[in-house]
């Protein structure tokens, strides 16, 4: 299966603002009010309904942990938004298993 990147960007008047968006997501990624040296990624469902708030809240916290977080990584950031392209089933399962990955690295703090 070919899974062909669906990211159309969106004007924005904020300077420093990136917005895009896919058939499922609005995205907005920007400077980190609280550091302005991480990028802090804000989602937003297309469609009333379709997501869970604690699954957008893991696509988020993933973003600033895993993919915009030091050390950064060109490839993560593009492998990431291929991903938000991807059918909403398939980037439904990738959440489920951020959500893992996050419990498992927060375990391993304390």
């Not at 050390?71 to 959440?95: Q, S």
Request: charged residues 20%; glycine residues 4%.
């Amino acid at each position: 299966m070919l899974l062909v990147l669906q990211l159309q960007l969106i004007n924005s008047n904020e300077p420093g603002v990136i917005m895009f968006k896919t058939d499922a997501l609005k995205c907005r990624v920007a400077l980190s009010p609280k550091t302005n040296q991480t990028l802090q990624l804000k989602v937003t469902p297309e469609n009333a309904g379709q997501w869970k708030p604690d699954e957008l809240q893991v696509l988020e916290k993933f973003f600033e942990t895993r993919v915009a977080g030091p050390p950064f990584k060109a490839n993560t950031l593009i492998a990431f938004t291929k991903l938000l392209g991807a059918p909403t089933h398939i980037l439904r399962d990738c959440v489920h298993i951020m959500k893992l990955e996050l419990v498992s690295y927060r375990d391993k703090l304390f």
